[in-house]
């Protein structure tokens, strides 16, 4: 089964700083890591790899320093790593970062696409879904299982709030990866010399432009407008009661609950 998966280098977002100007992340001098659910849907493809057999290849848009993540999944045990990366992509908002995406997916061979739920420097679960849309396939998203049933068709379990659901799909076909999907593993010592002396397959806009429309990719291309970011405030100091038995905790905070009309 050959296997892509959409990966996204973030910045930590312990770290995460805002321009109160330009109302856009700082990046530079913020560590960079994968994106937790694409890390995710990275393990969950390679236990894929390693029950039918198959290749895994990472697929990465961003600048050329994100390169680093892809290297990173090869030394989990990925196959390939293909670089989207232009000058004419920067400022891309969702719709025209999964238009972008998608135009690279083209040019590669897939039976399964799986990109995660959602970044954690955006939160929006777009792109994934918009990617199934762009190339015209079935979508399965919030996906907490996958089981392979045969060649071309693949078991879902799909999270819901409070139950699942069962889904069979056929391929080719998107999935997109809840962090509890899998637990990812470690970079091996001789993963990453191997991932190190992997060349990267670099796609720009020269190499994509046959497949895209100029006035719907980068800032120009996105409709959608920031009106204000901000960091999460710090909460205030709590209240705090000292020597209570366990009934009169119990106690004082149902209190608590019913001043502020909770309970």
Do not use: W
């Given at each position: 089964m050959k296997i892509v998966v959409c990966a996204?280098?973030?910045?930590?977002?312990?770290?995460?700083?805002?321009?109160?100007?330009?109302?856009?992340?700082?990046?530079?001098?913020?560590?960079?890591?994968?994106n937790p659910d694409d890390k995710s849907g990275i393990e969950a493809a390679l236990r894929i790899k390693e029950q039918v057999g198959g290749t895994v290849t990472v697929v990465c848009m961003g600048p050329p320093q994100a390169d680093v993540a892809i290297r990173e999944a090869l030394a989990m045990g990925c196959d390939d790593g293909v670089l989207?990366?232009?000058?004419e992509f920067g400022g891309s908002d969702t719709l025209a970062t999964s238009t972008i995406i998608a135009a690279g997916l083209k040019t590669l061979d897939y039976d399964l696409i799986i990109t995660g739920?959602?970044?954690i420097d955006g939160d929006?679960?777009?792109?994934?879904?918009?990617?199934?849309e762009h190339?015209?396939?079935p979508q399965v998203s919030y996906a907490e299982d996958i089981q392979v049933e045969s060649e071309n068709s693949?078991?879902?379990?799909?999270q819901y709030e409070d139950r699942y659901q069962k889904v069979r799909i056929k391929t080719p076909c998107v999935i997109t990866a809840l962090t509890e999907l899998a637990e990812p593993r470690y970079m091996s010592v001789s993963g990453?010399?191997?991932?190190?002396?992997?060349?990267?397959?670099v796609l720009g806009f020269e190499e994509l432009k046959d497949k895209l429309n100029p006035e719907h990719i980068g800032l120009k291309g996105s409709p959608t407008n920031v009106v204000q970011s901000f960091t999460k405030q710090a909460k205030g100091k709590g209240l705090y009661y000292k020597d209570l038995s366990a009934e009169e905790a119990v106690e004082t905070i149902v209190a608590k609950l019913e001043e502020r009309h909770i309970i």
């Amino acid at each position: 089964m050959k296997i892509v998966v959409c990966a996204k280098q973030v910045p930590d977002t312990t770290e995460v700083k805002l321009d109160p100007k330009t109302n856009t992340l700082i990046r530079d001098g913020v560590p960079s890591i994968i994106n937790p659910d694409d890390k995710s849907g990275i393990e969950a493809a390679l236990r894929i790899k390693e029950q039918v057999g198959g290749t895994v290849t990472v697929v990465c848009m961003g600048p050329p320093q994100a390169d680093v993540a892809i290297r990173e999944a090869l030394a989990m045990g990925c196959d390939d790593g293909v670089l989207i990366s232009g000058r004419e992509f920067g400022g891309s908002d969702t719709l025209a970062t999964s238009t972008i995406i998608a135009a690279g997916l083209k040019t590669l061979d897939y039976d399964l696409i799986i990109t995660g739920r959602q970044a954690i420097d955006g939160d929006t679960a777009q792109v994934g879904p918009q990617i199934a849309e762009h190339l015209g396939l079935p979508q399965v998203s919030y996906a907490e299982d996958i089981q392979v049933e045969s060649e071309n068709s693949i078991i879902v379990k799909r999270q819901y709030e409070d139950r699942y659901q069962k889904v069979r799909i056929k391929t080719p076909c998107v999935i997109t990866a809840l962090t509890e999907l899998a637990e990812p593993r470690y970079m091996s010592v001789s993963g990453t010399v191997d991932a190190y002396a992997k060349e990267i397959k670099v796609l720009g806009f020269e190499e994509l432009k046959d497949k895209l429309n100029p006035e719907h990719i980068g800032l120009k291309g996105s409709p959608t407008n920031v009106v204000q970011s901000f960091t999460k405030q710090a909460k205030g100091k709590g209240l705090y009661y000292k020597d209570l038995s366990a009934e009169e905790a119990v106690e004082t905070i149902v209190a608590k609950l019913e001043e502020r009309h909770i309970i």
